[in-house]
C-alpha cells in the first residue's frame, strides 16, 4: 500500500469511527468540549500510525481515545474543584436513534453521567469500555494500562459502585414522556398542588449555573420546597418557550426564558418525578442547536 493509501484509509477508518469516539470520550467526561479535543488529539496520533501494522482500527482508535480521555481527567478535576455550585454533565440532543438504543441511552443520560461522576477515572474507563461497549477485558487493559486480572477488578468494583446509585429506570420512554409532559404543562400555571402531583415524595432539583446564571447553589429536596420553587417559573413562563427533546438519549426539554437557556432532563419512577436536572450554565450549552451523533 502506498503511502498516499495508507493515509487516506487511516482517514477514511477514523471517519467511520468518529461517533463511537466521541461517545467513549464523552462518557468519560461528561463534556461535549473535552470529547472533542480528545478526539483531536487522538487524531494527530493516529495519523502518525503506519496503518498496515493496525490490525483492528476499532480497537486501536478506542485505545487512543481511552488514553487521551483519562489524560484530560487531570484538568477537569482541578477545573472543577473551584465549579460554583452543582457540577451537571454538558447536555446533548440526540436523535431518536440513540433512544431507541435503550441501552446506549440510559449509558449517556444525565442521571447515569452524575453517577459515572462518582468513579475514580479507571473504575469509569472500565465500566465504560466494559458495560456500554462491551470491549473484551484484554483490549480494556490494553487502554487503561492494567493487567487483565486487575481490569476484571476494577469492572467488578465499578459495577457493584454503579449498582447502588444508578436511577432505577424501570419505565419505558414513552411513559417517561407522558410524565414530562405532564410536569411541563403544570409548569407553567404556577399551580402548587398540580406541581406536587406529579412529582415524588422524595423529589429532588439539581441545577448547575456554574456562577454564570441564577441557579440555586444546593440541590433542592423535598415534594414542598420543590414544589413552591418550582411555581415560581410561573412569573415568567408566560415568555418562556419550551420546546421537548431528548436530552441525552431521554425525553427532556430546552427552555428559553428571560433571556436565559436551559436543558432540562428527569428521571421516572412509578409515574411520578423523582429528579430533575435544570443545566443553565451558558457554557454547556452549545450543542442544544443541533442533534449530536453518538454510536457504539
Known amino acids: 500500500m502506498s503511502e498516499d493509501a495508507s493515509a ?6 477514523f471517519i467511520a469511527h468518529r461517533n463511537l469516539l466521541f461517545t467513549v470520550a464523552y462518557e468519560m467526561l461528561s463534556s461535549a468540549a473535552d470529547a472533542e479535543d480528545v478526539l483531536q488529539e487522538t487524531w494527530l496520533r493516529w495519523a502518525d500510525v503506519d496503518f498496515a501494522t493496525v490490525r483492528d482500527a476499532r480497537a486501536y482508535l478506542v485505545r487512543m481515545t481511552t488514553r487521551q480521555a483519562l489524560n484530560r481527567v487531570r484538568t477537569l478535576s482541578r477545573r472543577r474543584e473551584s465549579y460554583v455550585g452543582p457540577w451537571l454533565p454538558e447536555p446533548l440532543i440526540t ?3 440513540v433512544a431507541a438504543d ?6 449517556v443520560s444525565i442521571a447515569m453521567l452524575t453517577v459515572l461522576e462518582t468513579l475514580g477515572p479507571a473504575e469509569r474507563a472500565v465500566f465504560v469500555l466494559r458495560e456500554v461497549f462491551d470491549m473484551p477485558y484484554d483490549e480494556i487493559a490494553a487502554a487503561v494500562d492494567k493487567s487483565v486480572p486487575a481490569v476484571r477488578q476494577i469492572a467488578n468494583r465499578a459495577r457493584q459502585h454503579v449498582a447502588a446509585r444508578r436511577p432505577r429506570m424501570n419505565v419505558t420512554q414513552t411513559e417517561q414522556q407522558e410524565v414530562l409532559d405532564r410536569f411541563l404543562t ?9 406541581l406536587m402531583d406529579v412529582l415524588a415524595p422524595d423529589v429532588v432539583v439539581v441545577s448547575d449555573g456554574g456562577g454564570e446564571v441564577h441557579a440555586a447553589r444546593r440541590p433542592i429536596e423535598g415534594l414542598q420546597l420543590v414544589a413552591v420553587a418550582l411555581s415560581r417559573f410561573a412569573q415568567i413562563a408566560p415568555g418562556a418557550d419550551i420546546a421537548r427533546v431528548l436530552v441525552n438519549g431521554m425525553p427532556g426539554a430546552k427552555i428559553n426564558f428571560a433571556g436565559q437557556r436551559a436543558a432540562v432532563s ?4 412509578g409515574g411520578k418525578i423523582t ?3 435544570v443545566i443553565a450554565n451558558p457554557h454547556k450549552l452549545a450543542r442544544l442547536d443541533a442533534e449530536t451523533a453518538l454510536a457504539r
Open 8 to 13: 487516506n484509509a487511516a482517514m477514511e477508518a
Open 95 to 97: 436523535a431518536p436513534d
Open 186 to 194: 403544570v409548569l407553567t400555571t404556577g399551580d402548587v398542588q398540580a
Open 266 to 269: 428527569v428521571t421516572v419512577e
Open 102 to 107: 435503550v441501552e446506549l441511552a440510559e449509558s
Open 275 to 277: 429528579k430533575i436536572y
